[in-house]
């Protein structure tokens, strides 16, 4: 769901990022609020207008950041582990591990994002109220403006439909309503997708009546749920496959090493080229002391290749690569997202055994399934699930 995204800052400690796809939403958003606001109050010069939408625009993103936020602190506070919050699109992602948790924190987690949501229309209504004579008139529109806007996002995101918070108040409902997690998910998911394809009717619908922006603007956002509420699901089914798999399972075994005193240029003609390989362990006396990445070598200037050495240009190996073999893959995934390697190596006693690159992955998955998909139904529960949600700015 994400593509690149940019580190920002940190609140509280919570890493912030925004995702490319949400600099092009800003930008609209920005502008249909200087539409908004020029077309209210005729007399505004063009330089107010778009002041008012810019500070308008900070306010709504701010909004959507506090209800982010408020889902990651709540998250911190029952002992889970928040790896970052993302704007993107149309609202925000907060990212945690939920580690073996039951439907009593997920409720919790879920219901304060709406909640915020809602005490935040409250304050911006109340300087709409309050401040009305004291402030110009544009200024005290664009406060109740927000406020309406962030009724709406509280609205919107208690729609039952995984993965929005409605969904997971529906999830942690049917989760202690029947025990299951997986059919708990299963049931939201379905209820996320049936939403998703209302939307996307709502938005035909609107498109034959002739409101062309309003059809577009509904019929993305519905496909978008579809595809995010059967992406959860899809997830958690490769968790629970990947549940009991450790490293040595999924790692390709046969690695070709290379020496750390050899130059750059020998290694790009007698290895990048010549293996379908973009990695290769170092090896060192018969221990691998490093990895060298096909990214590294490219950072380097090609006139240099043939005076620098592997060595200088390696990744260390470290805890952030290594892995034993017998590692859950639970562990083995969590290094793949974060490691600035790509990838994973398996290592007994300082001896490299395997490696693990998401394409590898993906290959066993899918032999797995094609060898195995009934065996899914057997496996025992998982309560591990991602913590993801969005929302609408309210259009
Ligand atoms: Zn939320």
Redesign the pocket.
């Known amino acids: 769901m994400f593509g690149t995204s940019w580190r920002v800052g940190r609140i509280a400690g919570i890493e912030v990022r925004v995702d490319s796809s949400w600099v092009v939403i800003a930008l609209l958003i920005t502008y249909s609020m200087y539409l908004r606001f020029s077309f209210l109050y005729k007399d505004l010069s063009t330089g107010a207008a778009a002041g008012i939408a810019l500070l308008a625009a900070v306010l709504f993103f701010g909004s959507v950041l506090v209800?982010?936020l408020?889902?990651a602190l709540v998250s911190r506070a029952r002992g889970i582990r928040v790896q970052d919050i993302t704007l993107f699109l149309f609202?925000?992602a907060?990212r945690a591990r939920v580690e073996s948790r039951g439907p009593g924190d997920e409720f919790l987690i879920?219901a304060?994002?709406?909640l915020t949501?809602g005490v935040v229309a409250g304050l911006f209504w109340i300087v709409d109220v309050f401040a009305r004579g004291a402030l110009p008139r544009p200024l005290i529109g664009m406060f109740g403006y927000l406020a309406v806007v962030n009724l709406l996002l509280a609205a919107f995101?208690l729609v039952p439909g995984f993965p929005?918070?409605g969904g997971?108040l529906l999830r942690s409902a049917v989760w202690r309503a029947t025990g299951s997690f997986r059919r708990a998910t299963r049931i939201a998911s379905l209820a996320g997708q049936a939403v998703g394809w209302l939307l996307v009717a709502g938005g035909v619908a609107f498109l034959l009546g002739g409101n062309l922006v309003g059809g577009i603007w509904f019929a993305f956002i519905g496909w978008f749920l579809v595809q995010a509420a059967r992406a959860s699901y899809q997830e958690l089914q490769v968790q629970q496959i990947l549940r009991g798999v450790q490293a040595h399972d999924v790692m390709a075994g046969s690695l070709v090493r290379i020496p750390p005193d050899l130059t750059l240029q020998d290694a790009v003609d007698r290895y990048f080229m010549r293996y379908d390989h973009s990695a290769f362990p170092v090896d060192e006396q018969g221990r691998t002391i490093g990895l060298l990445t096909l990214r590294k070598v490219r950072r380097v200037p090609s006139d240099e290749w043939p005076t620098s050495r592997v060595r200088d240009h390696m990744i260390p190996l470290g805890d952030q690569v290594v892995v034993p073999p017998d590692a859950p893959m639970d562990q083995v995934m969590a290094k793949l997202e974060d490691g600035e390697a790509g990838r994973v190596l398996a290592a007994e006693d300082g001896e490299v055994v395997g490696i693990i690159t998401p394409s590898d992955l993906t290959r066993w998955l899918h032999r797995w399934r094609t060898l195995d998909s009934r065996a899914l139904d057997s496996r025992a529960l998982d309560s591990r699930a991602r913590w993801e949600?969005?929302?609408s700015p309210g259009r």
């Open positions: 209800h982010e408020a889902h609202g925000g907060t879920a304060v994002g709406p949501s995101n929005l918070d997971r949600d969005s929302q």
